[in-house]
């Protein structure tokens, strides 16, 4: 099990900025990838940007170049920098942490696990 807590939340002018943490406690050991997504009031919650085992990163298009996300390991914790922030970012962020679990030779099992989510609201 791994548990996520978020927090950076808040209320911010548009152009402002806010940086998001995600800390992760439990089995750490078995957490591959990590990521944001975010979810808009009625709708599903989608991409923001993923950070692979290997270091690889991929942002959705909308905030390419203006969000930058890390993995600090050794504190266990993913950021989400957010700069340049629009009204259309406003949303409720959730972090993610997929999971594998090794069942037997060549078979694994992937779970997700996300946080509680944390509200980020940018007024005009």
């Known amino acids: 099990q791994v548990q996520l807590v978020e927090s950076g939340g808040g209320l911010v002018q548009a152009g402002g900025s806010l940086r998001l943490s995600c800390t992760a406690s439990g089995n750490i050991p078995s957490i591959q990838d990590m990521g944001w997504y975010r979810q808009f009031p009625g709708e599903q919650r989608d991409m923001v940007a993923l950070i692979a085992t290997d270091g690889n990163i991929n942002y959705a298009g909308s905030v390419k170049g203006r969000f930058t996300i890390s993995r600090d390991n050794a504190k266990n914790t993913l950021y989400l920098q957010m700069n340049s922030l629009k009204p259309e970012d406003t949303a409720v962020y959730y972090c993610?942490?997929?999971?594998?679990?090794?069942?037997?030779?060549?078979?694994?099992?992937?779970?997700?696990?996300w946080g509680q989510g944390t509200q980020v609201t940018v007024s005009s």
């Open positions: 993610l942490a997929g999971t594998l679990k090794v069942l037997a030779p060549d078979i694994t099992e992937r779970k997700d696990y």
